[in-house]
């Protein structure tokens, strides 16, 4: 709904003001205190009980507003006098609307929508991405997507920087210490085999007998029977056959000897020097190890971390070129708007930075979708002798496109532009009143 019709009564400094705007824009100049804000903000004045609006001198007063889209679907009237003050809010088909369900009807940023500009950036950031047409994504959930994943690569630089593990030692293979025991003693046990041998066959040498588990064969025996020989030769035959015995066996034991000999000189004791150097160099070596060991594990640890910061980083990345890539495939109210550093710009210069004309022009442009979220689709613009005309063609030109009616107000020096309406002073006894030129 627009305004159709206005009726003003001597409210404030106007005195009379009747206009059939129809729904579209009204501009309103004159000179200051002439009553053109009044007029201009006669839909506000309505919706919000004023302590001091009726004309000084006179007796009573009215606001009669009518909305509608083409034909009237509410009438809306305030009528005061020096005491009273009632606001009555009617639909075309005599239902009741409650004072508080018509002030609903209306955006907040629809009077005025310049003040904008005195937001702070972020504030000003966010009506831009309430304006805008974002498609199904919400910038917000990505934003927190956002900070979710940097806290998740600040915590993963974090614990890779604390994981760093230093500079590498020394290398060293660690000594097992029972296995090398076990071969000395191995060894050890050998090699007393080796000397309990050599001990046989010495005393084999001194003896002249094998020790163990052989005949016997005594050169006294051999002395002792051939002398029996020479006294006995009766005998001679039994003991030539007792030393061709004796011969044999001693034959037999030179030549086990030999042989024994020959297997005792290939048997090789077992040097235990450098076994028994890595035992005694083993808690050292071992110490190394363990030390580079521990190392390693370490470092394969911060490997991961380091990995896992680099997912962090890129899964920032991703999400923050995806933001990038929405806002600029985002469809602005205007074109040349867009958000660098979160604080709009429009046509590449920051807000702050921009003329007051076309920081009312981009501020309009922030309000509209607000405004047409509501029923009734109306804009108040107080003081636009700022903007420049052309700026001011393409705000009316903007919002009228969109259905949105501008009223707006300037300050006239004797001039006037095409299609405006200029209150005038008016001079009525001793009161200067505003009146409809």
Known sequence: MR???FDILN???VKSFILDPNGEHVQIAGKAGTGKTTAASCLWELMNRS???????????????HLGEGEVEL??????TAKTNTITVERADGGKVSSADFKSMLSVLAENPHKIAEMKPLQRTQTLLAAADLGETSLEEMDTQIAEAEKVRLNAGRRAEDSIPGPEPDKAVAVDVSAISAKISAARDHNEEVANDQRNVDEIIRTGKLVVGYISADKEDVANLTEEVANLEDKLDVARVQLANHERERTEATTLYKDRKKAHDLMVVKDTTELQAQLDSATEVNAVATKHDSWKDRNEQHTK???ARACADEAVKDLR???????ENAKWPIPGLSIED???TFEGALFDNLGQSDQMYVCAALAMKDILAHPLHCCRLDG???MGSERLVDLQKLFGDNGVQVISTRVSRNDEEPGEIVISEMESGDNTEGALK
């Open 75 to 80: 009438i809306a009237r305030r009528d005061f």
């Open 321 to 327: 070129d995806g933001r990038a890539e929405l806002l």
């Open 11 to 13: 409210t404030k400094a």
């Open 342 to 344: 979160g604080d709009i």
């Open 51 to 65: 302590k001091d609006c009726l004309t000084h001198g006179e007796r009573k007063g009215h606001i009669i507003i």
């Open 3 to 5: 305004i159709l019709h």
């Open 305 to 307: 971390l380091e990995d």
């Open 384 to 386: 636009v002798e700022s």
